[in-house]
């Protein structure tokens, strides 16, 4: 595992509880996530998604659970390729959770996606009610990651599929250094800019520096209950695509 773990690593005061700060960091960003989301990854996290909602595809699920949904745009991604029967994301921040509802809105997706507020760690869903569950770009901000898998292994139905999108850094040297330079200096002044909020955007590196990565999380997730499971690392490393059945 990482030297210092993720669950440890918090935005803004290291003695308080992280989910609390977390919420409070995604609702002060929210105005500028998904422009910051673009900067941080050159765009290149609409490909990730992409990726990962074909894996998801594979098992024609009708019902689906995006947890820590954010602004929505995995869920909007999976219900445009997959078209399955509901959607249901759900995030600690009602800040990004506005700007999800806007969009479904934009769309008339209203009846197809619901966004609700809520724990990621305790999930106000009936045990075996989903087909799959996703996650993108979101365990590395769970209070307990692996509380969190437990959690998502209840909801799913037997058979059903877990699909986790996480940001992860490069092993090669040198892609590593300028991987370091932007996202510990370029990202944090960029975003302190735009959002108002330099805190969060140092916690976002640590954080991704931090997380459980490769088999690493694939054992997390094996303790939770779940098999199969493999991971899919991309663009040099910097985001890994994990999959796994209950």
Not at 45 to 74: C, E, N, Q, S
Not at 80 to 99: A, F, K, R
Not at 121 to 142: I, K
Request: hydrophobic fraction near 40%.
């Amino acid at each position: 595992m990482s030297e210092q773990r993720v669950e440890a690593i918090r935005p803004y005061d290291q003695q308080k509880a992280k989910a609390e700060q977390v919420r409070q960091m995604f609702d002060n960003i929210a105005p500028a996530y998904d422009f910051m989301n673009r900067a941080m990854t050159l765009g290149v996290d609409r490909w990730w998604r992409r990726v990962a909602v074909k894996k998801v595809a594979h098992a024609a699920p009708r019902h689906i659970l995006d947890v820590a949904t954010g602004t929505g745009d995995f869920a909007l991604a999976l219900y445009d390729h997959i078209h399955p029967e509901h959607i249901d994301g759900i995030d600690l921040s009602d800040g990004m959770l506005e700007v999800a509802r806007r969009k479904a809105a934009q769309r008339d997706l209203q009846q197809h996606i619901t966004f609700v507020q809520g724990d990621c760690l305790a999930l106000p869903y009936p045990d075996e009610s989903m087909d799959a569950v996703t996650v993108a770009f979101g365990v590395r901000n769970f209070e307990h990651i692996d509380q969190g898998y437990r959690e998502m292994y209840r909801v799913l139905k037997p058979g059903g599929t877990l699909c986790v999108v996480e940001l992860s850094t490069p092993t090669n040297r040198v892609v590593r250094w300028f991987y370091d330079l932007y996202t510990l200096h370029i990202i944090p002044f960029v975003g302190s800019l735009k959002s108002g909020d330099r805190d969060a955007y140092r916690y976002l590196p640590l954080s991704i520096a931090a997380v459980p990565q490769g088999e690493d999380m694939l054992e997390l997730m094996r303790q939770a209950g779940f098999g199969h499971g493999a991971v899919q690392r991309l663009t040099f490393g910097t985001c890994s695509i994990y999959t796994a059945q209950r």
